[in-house]
Nanobody, 115 residues
Framework: QVQLVESGGGMVQPGGSLRLSCAAS????????MGWYRQAPGKQRELVAT???????IYADSGKGRFTVSRGNAKNTMDLQMNSLKPEDTAVYYC?????????WGQGTQVTVSS
């Protein structure tokens, strides 16, 4: 059973930074394409960034130039560094692990950008 646990959410002022982390267990981490998604109130869940094992990260337009995703296969972790945060970045952020045999989600962590 794949388990994903996010951490690092919180409240930050506009222009601030946060770093989210996702810890994976119960699987061979390197087999999965990992990603961050977010869901704001009243909106559908959307892609933030995705990074295949050994591949190049892909970012949604909303985070290009501001967000950086990284993964450490040796430690089974994935991070999302978010800079220059905007109020519209407010959402629950979810860690995602995807493979041909299944897709898994973490429980989410709240990010609130507000003055």
């Amino acid at each position: 059973q794949v388990q994903l646990v996010e951490s690092g959410g919180g409240m930050v002022q506009p222009g601030g930074s946060l770093r989210l982390s996702c810890a994976a267990s119960g699987t061979v981490f390197s087999l999965y394409t990992m990603g961050w998604y977010r869901q704001a109130p009243g909106k559908q869940r959307e892609l933030v960034a995705t990074v295949p094992s050994g591949g190049v990260a892909i970012y949604a337009d909303s985070g290009k130039g501001r967000f950086t995703v990284s993964r450490g296969n040796a430690k089974n972790t994935m991070d999302l560094q978010m800079n220059s945060l905007k109020p519209e970045d407010t959402a629950v952020y979810y860690c995602n692990a995807r493979a041909p045999w299944g897709t898994y989600w973490g429980q989410g962590t709240q990010v609130t950008v507000s003055s």
